[in-house]
């Protein structure tokens, strides 16, 4: 199994409204990327400044089922539609275990 984590710090003038659709987005790939086993999507409460601003993690069965999910339509759209508009920073980690 592949584990990827993931936290994305957003711009200051990303609003609630659209760290909620980065958050609902991700929540929507279950069933739909194949290989995708598990997600966890949290925003952060802010209650400490210089915190990420969304944490996931996904589970995929191996290694093609990540790279799948990497450049499937619906990952690809909601990256260029959601993310990347207010992205300031991201750092991922994929673990096998």
Do not use: C
Not at 14 to 26: M, P, R, S
């Amino acid at each position: 199994m592949i584990h990827h984590n993931v936290m994305l710090t957003l711009t200051n003038d990303a609003t609630t409204e659209q760290q909620n659709a980065i958050v609902n987005g991700l929540l929507a790939l279950s069933g739909v990327i194949e290989g995708l086993k598990e997600i966890d999507v949290h925003a952060d409460l802010g209650l400490a400044e210089g915190n990420a601003s969304v944490f996931f993690r996904m589970s995929f069965n191996d290694e093609s089922s990540w790279r799948a999910y990497s450049a499937h339509p619906a990952h690809v759209a909601l990256a260029t539609e959601h993310i990347k508009p207010f992205l300031v920073s991201k750092s991922a980690l994929q673990f096998a275990g």
